[in-house]
């Protein structure tokens, strides 16, 4: 998707995004030189360890692509979302795109969680610089704490940190969700085993969800919250 076919009409909004997704772009440089320390992680089976998942992701944006991003900005936009919660902020770049839609909406806040103090500080200010400071807020700590006080209802969910938390957070969410709600999970086939049991949990029929993975980018799996009660 090139930038011109961005659906958010906004100058600064977009420079701060084609500056963030450039400096994304370093991300396989800094993989491949920590190869040897993937694999000692899995010859340990600490691949999904939080203590390696630290050591490896601190300072890697890992985000959406520009085709995610404008999927979430027209996904806001189309539910006229006025709460939205982020699981895993990184460097802002998908809160970015979830502000500027909530902006466009005529208000409301997209509330992320970042557990990196560095990252969180860089996610505010590049918030910032793009215009977005009144429709974003990160809270710092462990989501399963900092998610406590949000308010229902909630309009829209991205899950987008650690992996093998999706369950305990959309958990935790669920009870603040409205009906009709949407919650958007990255990464499926890139983490396909330790999200497996996420993603059965979201296509079981179950839980109050109607569930499809997109084959969008990395995996997008796309959830409509349909009922607290079973299916």
Known sequence: MSVGKLPIRDARIENVLNRLHHEAARDPWKIAARIPLLA??????????AKFEHKFFHDLYIPVS???????YLIARAIRARRIVEFGT?????????A?????????EVIGSELEPAKHDRASKNIEEAGLAGYAKILLGDARQTFLSIAAPVDLVLLD????MYIPVIELLKPK?????IVLADNIFTFKR?????????????NGFLSTTLRISDGFEFSVF??????
Do not use: H
Not at 40 to 49: E, S, V
């Open 90 to 98: 990184s460097f802002g770049i998908s809160t970015i795109y979830l």
């Open 40 to 49: 000692w992680a899995g010859a340990r089976k600490r691949l999904y360890d």
């Open 66 to 72: 520009r085709e995610q991003g404008a999927m979430l």
């Open 161 to 164: 940190g650690w992996k093998a």
């Open 100 to 108: 500027a839609a909530i902006r466009d909406n005529g208000g409301g």
């Open 226 to 231: 349909t009922s607290a009660k079973a299916q």
């Open 194 to 206: 330790v999200l497996r049991p996420f993603v059965d949990y979201m296509q079981s029929g179950k």
């Open 177 to 181: 969700l409205r009906e009709g709600a």
